[in-house]
């Protein structure tokens, strides 16, 4: 008689669960790029009243009889669909279609490239965090960060416009980007002051993040022989804040001397370009165009399994698939970048600054693609997909169904006494 009790203790397990769904929903009606979530439920656990049977010669089969007990929340999905967009400030983005910005600590970059170069794998790149919510800006220490502070990550210029012959035999113009995936940050300038004709002149020299990559785009080796490695920048890959260098030389050992020496570049009117994501600005010493660098966009295998971690930010766990880079518009294939990370290092995976390590060889890294149907809008930002007038609705069904489970208690309630009244 009890089993109806404890049927509708757990459906009101279940409703409140559902309730705290609906209410977090409510609650993140107003935040950008929040994606609803949905629960599901599910029947529990079943006892067998009577067995069924097939049917015989001489008489007909049984359907099984089973008493359930209650419900239960068999899942909690994501909707990761896009609903509207709200105007937002010029360097503010949102992603049309599926994808998401990669964002982190200064630091995760030393977990996306590993040390064992040649052991690199596109599971070093789930360190990073995605968001939808692409609030950019220049943060005060030159990086481009979003409202949380997180830097954003993508490819960095190496240089200035270079021409090159295109596909088709023409010449052709194109900026020189590094296939490194790294935190974006201003140039930095170097100021020189020359006298002519008696007055003082000066000029400033664009100094883009370093690389090892050569002309041809292969890495090139350093003064030692030894093969280098990733950016040579103030701040490359395992490079301390302070300057020291926590994965050893990597390709010119002065380089954060050096270029501490320079300041950021100041530049006006930075923007990023809708089509390729890339992010330019105009030199405030002589009205100079600078391409800073080009937007990386993660892309997961399911979009619906990414994992919340709170302030608008996911993780690629295990339920999403695999996470790999992208870039919009198809750029990549422009820019010369086919694959993100890769480098050179010793056969055997040593250290590739061991003079013992042996015949140095090509490690690639994770391919990037193009972002197929995303496109990304500037000016705006996600808007939630939250429904108001539905979550009332599945307020509502949600009370009614949790005002049932107490009835049904109640009523069990007052069955329970009249059994105990019979022995008066």
Known sequence: MTGSMYASVA??????????????????????????????????????????????????????????????????????????????????????????????TKDTANSTNPEDYADFSADNLKSLNLTRVGDFKIGPDNYLVDSKGNVVYGFMSTSEVEEYVGAD???????????????IRLPRWEKKVETVNGEEKVSYIIHYARTDIGPDGKPVEDAAGKPANKLVDDKPIYNTEDGGNQGG?????????????????????ISIDSKTGCISGISKADDKPIVIGYLAIGSVANPNGVTHIGNSYYKCQEGAGALSVSMLGGVQKDLGISQVNGSMAPAGGANPNDPAAGTPEYAPGTDVVGTGATEMMVGFLEAPNVDLAEEIAELITTQRGYQANTRIITVT????????????
Do not use: W
Not at 169 to 183: E, F, T
Not at 413 to 422: A, C, G, I
């Open 169 to 183: 035999g023409k010449p052709a113009k194109r900026q020189k980007v590094s296939d490194q995936l790294v935190p």
């Open 413 to 424: 309630d007052s069955m329970l006494e009249e059994l105990v009244n019979m022995k008066r």
């Open 249 to 269: 030389n990597q390709g010119d050992a002065d380089a954060t001397a050096v270029d501490a020496e320079y300041e950021f570049a100041q530049l006006s009117s």
């Open 11 to 104: 459906g009101l397990k279940a409703h409140m669960q559902k309730l705290t769904v609906i209410g977090n929903n409510v609650a993140n009606v107003n935040t950008q790029g929040y994606k609803k979530q949905r629960t599901v439920f599910r029947d529990s656990v079943y006892s067998m009243y009577s067995a069924g049977s097939n049917g015989s010669m001489s008489v007909g089969g049984m359907n099984p009889s089973q008493l359930g007990y209650g419900s239960m929340v068999g899942s909690i999905d994501l909707n990761m669909s896009s609903s509207s967009y709200n105007p937002g400030n010029p360097m503010d983005c949102a992603l049309v279609g599926d994808g998401f910005f990669l964002v982190g």
